[in-house]
């Protein structure tokens, strides 16, 4: 048997790449992983300790139905490697009436008769105390929300897939692919060189370096999150502390209870909507800065001022944008045995374990019995690719809540945006940081 010859080889071990892995080997292929970092690592998309998952799902409808398939395969993966890696706090999407954040997740729930409540900004503030939010604020509560834990997914099922006879390697880059003599694919690292009958592309922010037609369509941008000491601990705890995800004049902005590591934690999406290439966000000064800092903080004493406490970590990491804020699976328009994850626009962590699946079939059968439609290269004007070659013309493209910040693409130096200037000071009547602001019990009307 030709040893340096796979099944399938899958470059990028993070969340979608360890769970292809996986999925491949208990389908009984011979398997390679390759990750140009350690597993897991801290330079990419698959870290931070935890990640909110939720089913009341509004950036588009269709995704709920691979999240309850994602829920499934990650009890399974729990129970094979016997560790709690999906930990239920309920989820609450939250704005004004109008938001999408609200209204999108509102409307996923009734489409899909998913358990929930509708809460004001004052009938959280009463059940969860740790949250602060404005009266009139709206928040769908689902109780099937949580999160995961991020590096403990990739272990187990990177540990998972070698004890079913996969291969993983770390510390090993992909330097590119093309194809083999005899057929098939041949991968070359900067260790050795490889072939496979089919491979899988799940590198993230790599996507675009080893694929050019992506260049302007998954562009990387630099993400902060902050974990900050609560002064009351016990308000953040995952027993009565829904993780979130709010839009609020300030921006949009998610969090989790006290887990892992001390402190409460804390992002907004798109930060300073800084981009470059993966290098240039991860080394340097691309470290979290005290602007970084002073952006989450502001947001936390204004909707959750029991937790403005000392800040305990700052942490960096990559989103991998679209300019629809929409994943691309796909297969390579020109090398058809290879098959493509990601990027993921900031919300892919929690289907991970659903995109394994489909990329072990996909690998495997050259189809998916899932609808990805949604998904596809093509409606960014790319070669349309064997996969959706007789499935019509593709979806119109339409941008999504967060704009188009990435239109020019290409490898461009970071470059950051202004936080918003605030007009409420401590002592206007709307600001929630404002005591006599909670001696009211009343709610205007906004319907």
């Known amino acids: 048997m030709n040893r340096k010859h796979f099944n399938t080889i899958v470059v990028g071990v993070g969340g979608m790449g360890s769970a292809t892995c996986y999925q491949l080997a208990k389908r009984g292929r011979r398997v390679l992983g390759l990750d140009q970092y350690d597993v897991p690592h801290m330079k990419g998309s698959s870290h931070g300790y935890t990640r909110i998952i939720r089913l009341a799902y509004y950036e588009h409808p269709s995704y709920v139905l691979l999240l309850k398939r994602a829920y499934e395969l990650w009890r399974d993966i729990e129970n094979v490697a016997a560790e709690p890696l999906l930990h239920y706090t309920g989820s609450i999407d939250a704005g004004s009436a109008e938001s999408l954040s609200f209204r999108g997740a509102l409307q996923s729930a009734v489409q899909y008769d998913l358990d929930h409540e509708v809460l004001t900004g004052l009938e959280m503030a ?33 540990n998972q897939a070698m004890a079913l006879g996969a291969e993983i390697h770390g510390r090993e880059r992909v330097l590119g692919f093309d194809r083999a003599n005899g057929g098939g694919v041949r991968v070359r690292t900067n260790r050795d060189e490889y072939t496979a009958d089919s491979v899988v592309v799940t590198a993230g922010a790599w996507d675009r370096d080893l694929m050019p037609m992506l260049s302007n369509l998954a562009v990387p941008e630099r993400q902060v999150l902050g974990w900050f000491q609560p002064n009351k601990p016990h308000l953040f705890q995952p027993s009565n502390f829904p993780v979130f995800n709010v839009t609020v004049p300030e921006g949009r902005f998610y969090g989790f209870p006290i887990y892992g590591i001390p402190g409460f934690k804390v992002g907004k999406y798109h930060h300073f909507q800084e981009t470059g290439t993966p290098e240039q966000l991860t080394t340097g000064d691309n470290e979290p800065r005290l602007d970084d800092e002073l952006v989450l903080r502001d947001f936390i004493s204004r909707y959750f001022p029991d937790a403005d406490g000392p800040t305990m970590t700052l942490a960096a990491c990559l989103f991998t944008n679209t300019p629809d804020g929409h994943f691309i699976i796909d297969q390579h328009p020109q090398l058809p045995e290879v098959y493509y994850a990601s990027p993921c626009s900031g919300h892919g962590y929690k289907f991970a374990s659903v995109i394994g699946e489909i990329m072990t079939e996909l690998a495997t059968l050259g189809q998916t019995r899932w609808d990805i439609s949604l998904f596809r290269a093509d409606r960014f004007g790319v070669p349309t690719s064997e996969l959706f070659r007789d499935k019509g013309p593709a979806p119109r493209v339409s941008t999504s809540h967060h704009g188009d910040p990435f239109a020019s693409g290409g490898h461009q130096p970071p470059q950051r945006t202004k936080a918003p200037a605030d007009h409420r000071g401590p002592g206007s009547p709307d600001d929630t940081r404002n005591p006599r602001y909670w001696q009211r019990d009343e709610v205007s009307t906004f319907w």
């Open 126 to 158: 009463k059940r969860f105390p740790g949250y602060r939010f404005p009266h009139d604020l709206l928040g769908l509560f689902q109780p099937q929300g949580g999160f995961l834990v991020p590096e403990r997914c990739i272990v187990s099922y990177a």
